[in-house]
């Protein structure tokens, strides 16, 4: 039974790798110095998966704790829970200043790319584009 739920717990590890550009930690928690199920740069991600797919999953607020606690010992800047039913999808467990993060600087690029005539334009004269406009239209949505 619990070679199963190694495997099952391994392909959501591979899956989350695969689509944040990060890797797998391969024996994670079996060492002092490897923590965590992926990190990707400066991203700490601790994967929690079922066994079979269940409409529902029991939060614990140890693993946000042991979570919090190892992304820092592994000098990570932020963390995050992945979280799957049982199914090929991921729910992520953050704290807030990271959603509030994430959030605003989403809607950053979106200025940026309307500020460029969006994404499919080759028009754009990037000589005339400055650091300092860019850095204003960010900064007006990270304030």
Known sequence: M???TRAKSSIQEKRI????????VVG???????????VVDKL???AKTKMNPSQSITVKKGWIDKAKEQSL???KEDYAIAVSFGDPKEYYLI???L???LYKSREALRAVIDALGGLDDRLVDLDNLTGNGIRALIRGHLE
């Open 2 to 4: 619990k070679d199963s």
């Open 17 to 24: 790798a695969k689509a944040m550009g990060g890797r797998q």
């Open 28 to 38: 994670s928690g079996s060492t002092p110095f490897l923590k965590g199920d992926v």
């Open 44 to 46: 700490f991600i601790e």
């Open 73 to 75: 010992a592994m000098r």
């Open 95 to 97: 704290e807030d200043t």
């Open 99 to 101: 959603m509030e993060d």
